[in-house]
């Protein structure tokens, strides 16, 4: 559908074909994420949203903890912690066969949530700011490196699914940063890596189109791409409206995403994410 590549993922120990694209389901359970409808944070409420989600037909729930918007404050490990503690054992308690995917820039935390508590896959957004300028990408890669290699060898220990985004603001410069950190994933044994375009992260307004105008070009990587819209800037400040309002410009920009490659949509809003494959699907059989 959109795309001539077939992918699975191995999810503990189980292939899950990526034959259509898949809905990932957004699950925020932090206080300060930019649309406040994807927000859950006591227990009940997070059951429930992922229970609302799996219903709707999410087939992966990503839950984060920190919020990634331009802006927000990042809480400190320690709290991270709790939160996701309390939010993937509720999830797999309640969901015993849901995909859990874990939403964390930070090794130490992920190793738990996979190891003590029950998640499936790593979703790393890395530790570089969503908005910040080239002389501050270039001061703060040092640690950013140091920090992607323990996470790399974290996954190759662990054997999981990896999300790898990038911030980069360009499909050349997205290609050429993909390139080398897959070499360092496959000299670790790592292949079950996902990479992501990173919408809303290191671009600006106009390069956010040029990515998705491009995203076709991303699937010569040969490996899955996640494509993560729902709701954001991109949208709402194109159209002058609010995230509340972005909802039908999120299932039209994911329509195009699904007919360029994408192969999984993150979204707030997992019913019309469905319906939408749904169509584009009716529509090439």
């Not at 959109?2 to 292939?15: A, D, E, F, K, M």
């Not at 790593?122 to 700011?129: A, E, F, R, W």
């Amino acid at each position: 559908m959109g795309n001539s590549h077939s992918y699975s993922i191995c999810v503990r120990g189980r292939l899950v074909e990526l034959n259509r694209p898949l809905v990932m389901g957004i699950l925020n359970v932090t206080p300060d994420s930019f649309y406040a409808a994807s927000r859950a944070e006591t227990g009940g409420a997070v059951v429930a949203r992922a229970r609302q989600m799996m219903t709707e037909g999410a087939d992966i729930i990503d839950i984060g903890a920190c919020s990634t918007r331009p802006g927000g404050d990042v809480v400190d490990c320690e709290e991270e912690t709790l939160r996701l503690q309390r939010a993937v054992v509720a999830v797999r308690e309640a969901l015993p066969d849901a995909v859990i995917s874990v939403d964390t820039f930070r090794p130490a935390v992920a190793r738990r949530c996979v190891e003590e508590w029950g998640a499936d896959m790593i979703n790393d957004v890395g530790m570089l700011p969503a908005v910040c300028s080239e002389e501050e990408r270039q001061r703060l890669m040092p640690a950013e490196r140091e920090r992607q290699e323990e996470m790399f060898r974290l996954v190759a220990e662990l054997h999981v699914p990896y999300i790898l985004m990038s911030a980069q603001p360009t499909i050349e410069r997205m290609l050429m940063e993909w390139a080398e950190q897959l070499l360092r994933l496959n000299a670790l044994g790592v292949t079950d890596v996902i990479l992501d375009p990173g919408f809303g992260f290191g671009k600006s307004l106009h390069e956010n189109y040029q990515v998705l105008a491009g995203l076709k070009q991303l699937t010569v990587v040969g490996r899955p791409l996640l494509v993560g819209l729902s709701r954001k800037s991109m949208i709402w400040r194109k159209l002058g409206i609010t995230p509340d309002e972005a909802l039908n410009g999120t299932t039209v920009l994911n329509t195009l995403a699904i007919e360029r490659g994408a192969n999984i949509l993150r979204v707030h809003d997992v019913r019309e994410t469905v319906e939408a494959v749904a169509l584009c699907a009716a529509a090439q059989s």
